[in-house]
């Protein structure tokens, strides 16, 4: 790895800086959508959290799967911690696949998205409706958690152009020599 | 992945996610209050949130407007028809309610005169251009029974008399024409008689006169003056009007006074002819009635 320059270091922190807050005023904007008006609304946040888990370690995703998770039960109006609990879980899990198996691509991120998204109305269905056997409770999942799940796919796409808009401008690039080219080559070579 | 099990990182991120479970179960016990953490960003978001949701509906509303246009437009075209279906029967009500208002006042004014024969409430079609004395047409002629010389009415007291007669609109000559002469007397005492003359000076003030006053009459501001009925032309006790002041007559030898009349003649849209009464003289043609 090549080593940085203090200049270079002191920009690559400003950078990260301005990315992290950048995601957290992404963040907060789409809570603030979320609560607002009386319209049926996507969970914006699950796709913000999927967006930044993409391109960031674990810890990183965690901390912003949780705090994601914790905006959707103030705004959603359920149990302080649960869906931090299954964001963080799945934002970990979404760092780990992209660290290890998955390529930055709109897809992946998309199909990633909508997997964690139904998972999310599902459980939210299970727990919050179908357990308490409500009368023609079928409706909900029908009515309301399917849209609501159609709504976070379609605005995932928006999601994702900012998220990557910042990741693109901000987030720091691996700087190897040539050396290291080299030995990555060979090794992938055989 | 292997590595990233037995890694330091995956430790530190399973406590990370315990311990969020861990607040999730605390929470539950918390009997339906907030965590203080949840408490004080709720706080914080609370400005942020408030100009967001107003931000919010002014947008869905906007937006509102164009996805439910159709909807609206439909339900405008029906809210169009039903208003025109009411305004439709806001005009028979208003008929209707004009015509009981009509009947109530033929009603009492039967009550006190049975023996008046009436016709139906006649509309007044128009006033007679440039008449100083505000004579009109009305909706009704020979065709409903009236003839020259009838008695028109309303339920306040004395209009007029019919003068020209058609087949189904007739013009009225008013109490405030000098052309028209009505024997009164006052309803307090039957010796204060005198004779109902219009001129131009009362009628422009909507007055009329009762003249040929007897000197050393009783009578005094506020009196109402009646029909005598002595002529046949007009029914006996029927309203005129109420004397407003007195004075000498220009002649020397009677009193005048200016009489204000019972209904307001310049402002009448309908009124009743009397075709019939007890003691109508049939042979009459002119429209002067002397005491």
């Known amino acids: ?190 | 992945m292997r590595d990233f099990l037995k890694s330091t990182k995956f430790k530190v991120l399973l406590f990370f996610v315990a311990f969020l479970i861990g607040i999730m179960v605390y929470s539950v016990t918390r009997g339906g209050y907030s965590l203080r953490g949840v408490s004080f960003f709720n706080t914080i978001t609370k400005p942020f949130r408030s100009a967001s949701n107003g931000i919010s509906r002014g947008v869905e509303d906007t937006l509102d407007k164009y996805t439910h246009a159709s909807e609206y437009y439909e339900e405008n075209q029906q809210l169009k028809e039903e208003i025109g279906r009411l305004n439709r029967e806001l005009t028979e009500y208003e008929a209707l309610k004009a015509e009981v208002e009509e009947l109530r006042e033929l009603v009492s004014i039967k009550q006190e005169h049975e023996d008046f024969e009436y016709t139906e409430a006649c509309d007044v079609i128009g006033y007679i251009t440039n008449d100083p004395f505000m004579s009109f047409t009305i909706a009704k002629g020979k065709a409903e029974g009236i003839t020259p010389n009838c008695p028109v009415v309303t339920a306040e007291g004395l209009v007029g008399i019919t003068v020209d007669v058609s087949e189904h609109t007739s013009t009225v000559r008013t109490i405030l024409s000098p052309d028209l002469s009505v024997a009164a007397v006052n309803s307090k005492s039957n010796k204060d008689m005198g004779i109902i003359e219009g001129d131009i000076l009362s009628a422009e003030s909507g007055n009329t006169r009762l003249i040929h006053i007897n000197k050393g009459n009783t009578l005094k501001k506020g009196d109402l003056i009646i029909t005598s009925g002595t002529s046949g032309l007009f029914p006996k006790d029927y309203s005129i009007g109420k004397i407003k002041s007195i004075s000498p007559d220009s002649n020397g030898i009677s009193d005048c006074a200016v009489i204000e009349p019972c209904c307001d003649v310049t402002r009448l849209s309908s009124v009743y002819v009397i075709t019939n009464f007890t003691g109508k003289r049939e042979d009459l043609n002119e429209n002067k009635d002397t005491p």
């Not at chain 1, 922190?13 to 809570?31: A, D, E, H, S």
């Not at chain 1, 959290?49 to 705004?75: E, H, T």
């Not at chain 1, 080559?185 to 055989?190: C, F, L, Q, T, Y």
């Open chain 1, 1 to 190: 790895m090549r080593i940085r320059t203090p200049r270079e270091q002191r920009i690559l922190y400003f950078k990260t800086i301005l990315r992290w807050t950048l995601y957290y005023l992404v963040i907060f904007l789409c809570f603030l959508i979320m609560t607002s008006g009386t319209w049926t609304k996507p969970i914006l946040l699950v796709p913000c959290a999927v967006a930044i888990a993409v391109g960031n370690g674990q810890y990183s995703s965690a901390v912003s799967g949780a705090f994601c998770g914790f905006l959707i039960d103030i705004a959603c109006g359920k149990l302080v911690g649960y869906n931090a609990a299954l964001l963080a879980v799945f934002c970990i899990i979404i760092s780990l696949l992209y660290e290890l198996y998955l390529r930055n691509k709109f897809v992946n991120y998309i199909v990633i998205t909508a997997v964690l998204a139904y998972i999310q109305c599902w459980l939210d269905y299970k727990f919050y409706y179908e357990m308490w056997e409500y009368d023609n409770v079928e409706r909900i999942f029908s009515q309301l958690s399917m849209k609501v799940w159609a709504l976070t796919i379609i605005s995932a796409c928006l999601i994702y152009i900012i998220i990557e808009f910042i990741n693109k401008k901000l987030m720091p690039k691996n700087h190897v020599t040539i050396e290291e080219a080299i030995n990555t080559a060979i090794r992938s070579e055989k």
